[in-house]
């Protein structure tokens, strides 16, 4: 009788190991992911640039990301994202080796949430502008620039789907290691 549960016991562990390693490889899955949407998201919006002629070639128009603040927030935000979640792959490859590891769980929770906070405020600084770049604002004289300007305006609305992709990975990390942790 004692013998049947112990082998049960062993069997159970063996079974929240399991589950615990899934959760450790699908953390490194979605920090790729995330990692590929900030990189992806910086350099659309880094590289965004166009410039137009006024009515004669002497004269340029120009629309550069550098132009605007939030759109220099947005780059600096997701570049230093990215390079947060380029750390911290390691940290997640530790935790497929290493099922147990709780410390380096609770501070990943924590880092996560400092990005999350970052990606969003920067995104939604982004989003704003580009908001006002596609529509104006008739009230204040604020025109629409992405009639003149489309490749640019484009390139800046799409750069955001990157970002706001990262910030729906991180939540999913941040509750992700919370059960992690939960399962220890």
Not at 45 to 58: C, E, K, P, R, V
Not at 125 to 145: C, E, K, P
């Amino acid at each position: 009788m004692k013998a049947t549960s112990i082998e049960a016991g062993e069997a159970s562990k063996a079974k929240v190991h399991g589950v615990n390693r899934g959760i450790s490889v699908f953390d490194l899955i979605l920090r790729i992911a995330a990692l590929v949407g900030t990189l992806g998201s910086a350099v659309a919006m880094g590289t965004a640039d166009q410039a137009l002629s006024f009515s004669t070639q002497i004269v340029n128009f120009e629309a550069q990301y550098d132009d605007i603040d939030a759109f220099k927030f947005f780059v600096t935000v997701n570049a230093i994202a990215c390079g947060y979640l380029a750390l911290s792959i390691s940290v997640s490859i530790f935790h497929i080796i290493r099922r147990r590891a709780g410390k380096s769980r609770v501070l990943l929770i924590f880092l996560d949430a400092i990005m999350l906070v970052f990606i969003t405020s920067g995104a939604s600084a982004a989003a704003a502008i580009v908001y006002l770049a596609h529509n104006g604002n008739t009230s204040t004289n604020w025109f629409s620039i992405c009639q003149q300007y489309t490749d640019f305006c484009q390139r800046s609305a799409g750069s955001l789907i990157g970002s706001f992709g990262a910030m729906a990975l991180l939540v999913l990390l941040i509750i992700l290691s919370a059960i992690a942790l939960s399962r220890r």
